[in-house]
Every structure is written in C-alpha cells, then in structure tokens.
C-alpha cells in the first residue's frame, strides 16, 4: 500500500460509521430494557450510547474508541494526510463496491446479534464475525490509488536514502493494516461476548 491520500482515515471512518449504525440498529431492534435503559432511546441517542456503552461494554467501547485514537493509527492517518506526495482519488469502483460488502456485513452481523442475543454459546456468531473481518480485509486492500506507490517509487528512484526511508514507511503502513485486521475481529467479538452476558 502506498501513501499519499486519505486511505486509512477513510477505513477508519467506514468501520466506526459503519458500527455505530450497527450498534443502533441493533439496540432498536431489543423491546426489554438494556440494564436500566431503554433500546429504542439507545439508538436514537449517540451520547447516550456512547456513555452507556463506556459504563456496560467497556472492552467494546475502548476496542472502538482504539481506532479513533491509538497514537500509532492516529499518527499514521496524519501522515498519510499531511504527506508532501499526492496520490489519487481512492474512491474507485473496486473501493466503493467494497465499502458496501463491508457494511453489508456489519448490518448482518447485528441483525443477528439482535435476533440471537442470549445464545448459550456466544460462538454461535463466530461465522458472521469472520465474515465482517474477510469484507474489512478486502476493504482495506482496495482502498488505495492503484498506481500511487508505483509513483511514490518512481519519485525516489535515483535517491537510495530517500528510497530506503519510504521502503520503511510504506511497510510501517502495511503493518498497522495487518494490525488494525486483528483489531477489527477483536471489536466485532467483544461486541458479541458483551452483549450476550447483558
């Protein structure tokens, strides 16, 4: 993956927006009160949710909150923002139909979290889990000017320092997506194991 546009805040605003309506939907959709709190003012209020999330399903709020806010995804997305190469335009047909999957899968995902919400085993979400991180996966593997490192490359190609000091960030950058693959299943099964035990 190469730098030089906004590829990773927008995977991180596609995934946070993406749970958040989810997250709604699926508090919405439960008629019992959630721990003293009404679902449907749950999903109509995000500060509310916000906060009664921080105070009920700390590990989902904070594995959320991490993308926002993790020094290392922070510092990475600024750097792809304020970088002196300019990339092109990421929304390509491939990137935007790939978005869609991604959302597709979340919104089927809390469908079932809602319709299932007190299974015995919270593994019975395991399939709708994988499934969310495989349409992550490919989001984030499309989600990138399909020539913006050919060109970062070309750029620096008769200055060895300079291409050694790219090579390094462009692997930083594929690192932090391995890492944020991971994150991404972790926060879907947090969801899961939290709202089973409420």
Known sequence: MGKGDHVFNNVVAKLTKAFDAGLAACFGSIKKPLR??????????????????????????????????????????????????VGGDVNTRAYSEACVQFEEAVNLFFENLARGRAPLDANVMLPDIAAVRRAFFHMTQVAEDPGALARLL???????????????????????????????????????QEMVQG
Not at 53 to 65: I, K, N, Q, V
Not at 176 to 183: D, E, H, L, V
């Open 36 to 85: 003293g709190e009404s679902g449907e003012r749950l999903a109509r209020d995000a500060n509310l949710r916000d906060a009664w999330m921080r105070r009920h399903m700390p590990r989902t709020w904070a594995a959320l909150h991490h993308f926002k806010d993790h020094p290392e995804l922070v510092i990475l997305r600024e750097k792809l923002q304020t970088t002196t190469y």
């Open 154 to 192: 070309e750029h620096c190609k008769d200055n060895p320092r300079e291409r050694k000091q790219v090579d390094a960030e462009i692997e930083q950058v594929r690192e932090s997506m391995r890492w944020a693959w991971g994150r991404c299943e972790y926060l879907f099964r947090m969801v899961t």
